[in-house]
T-cell receptor, first 116, second 112 residues
Framework: AQSVTQLGSHVSVSEGALVLLRCNYS??????LFWYVQYPNQGLQLLLK??????LVKGINGFEAEFKKSETSFHLTKPSAHMSDAAEYFC??????????????FGKGTKLSVKP | DAGVIQSPRHEVTEMGQEVTLRCKPI?????LFWYRQTMMRGLELLIY????????DSGMPEDRFSAKMPNASFSTLKIQPSEPRDSAVYFC??????????FGNGTRLTVT
C-alpha cells in the first residue's frame, strides 16, 4: 500500500533562506509523486510532479524536488524563500501503478512560515 | 477555463439537517474526486468517479454520506443527517489522464 510521511508539521525560515520540506514515501509499485501548495481559504495547486522521468523535477515559483529511490524521499526545496511562499505544502503519492494521477494519498501537510 | 467550481463556499447547519455540496468539474475531465480536510485527519479521499461511475467509495465514512454524478458536468455529496463531527472543508477535484488533480476552492461545512 502507498503512504506518505511529511516530517515537520511546521517549518519557519527567514526571507531569502533555503526552504527544505521533507517527504518520505512508501509504495509497492514505482510511484508517481506530487507536491501541492494550499494558500488560506483556497484549494490545492500543483507545484510539481515526478512521473518516472528525470529525478530532479522543477516546478512553479522556483521550487524543485529530487526523487531518491534509495532513500524513498521526495524533498521539496527552494534556494531563497519569499514572503509569498508562506502556505501549507502537501506531498502526495498516486495510488496504484501510477497511471492515474488523480487518485492520490496525501501527507498531513507542512505549514511554511517566512519571517521578514 | 473556470476551474473546478464548488458551491456553497460556506455552509452552516444544525445537527440532523441534510447538507448537499455541489461540484462542477473542469470540462473534459473524466475523473472526479471528493476529499475531506480536517485538522486531525488531514486530506482524506471520500469517493471518486470515472466517467460518471463511482469507482471507489471506501473512504465514505458512513451510510449518512452519499455521492452522485448524474452527468459529466455535475456531482453532489450529501450528508443526511449531519453531525458536528462532519464539520470540515470538503474539496472536489477533477482530472483527465495524464493531467493531475485540479482542486476547487472547497466548501467549509460547520455543523452545530
Amino acid at each position: 500500500a502507498q503512504s506518505v510521511t511529511q516530517l515537520g508539521s511546521h517549518v519557519s525560515v527567514s526571507e531569502g533562506a533555503l526552504v527544505l520540506l521533507r517527504c518520505n514515501y512508501s509504495s509497492s509499485v514505482p510511484p508517481y509523486l506530487f507536491w501541492y501548495v494550499q494558500y488560506p481559504n483556497q484549494g490545492l495547486q500543483l507545484l510539481l510532479k515526478y512521473t518516472s522521468a528525470a529525478t530532479l523535477v522543477k516546478g512553479i515559483n522556483g521550487f524543485e524536488a529530487e526523487f531518491k529511490k534509495s532513500e524513498t524521499s521526495f524533498h521539496l526545496t527552494k534556494p531563497s524563500a519569499h514572503m509569498s511562499d508562506a502556505a501549507e505544502y502537501f506531498c502526495a503519492v498516486s495510488v496504484g501503478r501510477g497511471g492515474s494521477q488523480g487518485n492520490l494519498i496525501f501527507g498531513k501537510g507542512t505549514k511554511l512560515s517566512v519571517k521578514p | 477555463d473556470a476551474g473546478v467550481i464548488q458551491s456553497p463556499r460556506h455552509e452552516v447547519t444544525e445537527m440532523g439537517q441534510e447538507v448537499t455540496l455541489r461540484c462542477k468539474p473542469i470540462s473534459g475531465h473524466n475523473s472526479l474526486f471528493w476529499y475531506r480536510q480536517t485538522m486531525m485527519r488531514g486530506l482524506e479521499l471520500l469517493i471518486y468517479f470515472n466517467n460518471n461511475v463511482p469507482i471507489d467509495d471506501s473512504g465514505m465514512p458512513e451510510d449518512r454520506f452519499s455521492a452522485k454524478m448524474p452527468n459529466a458536468s455535475f456531482s453532489t455529496l450529501k450528508i443526511q443527517p449531519s453531525e458536528p463531527r462532519d464539520s470540515a472543508v470538503y474539496f472536489c477535484a477533477s482530472s483527465a489522464p495524464p493531467s493531475p488533480l485540479h482542486f476547487g476552492n472547497g466548501t467549509r461545512l460547520t455543523v452545530t
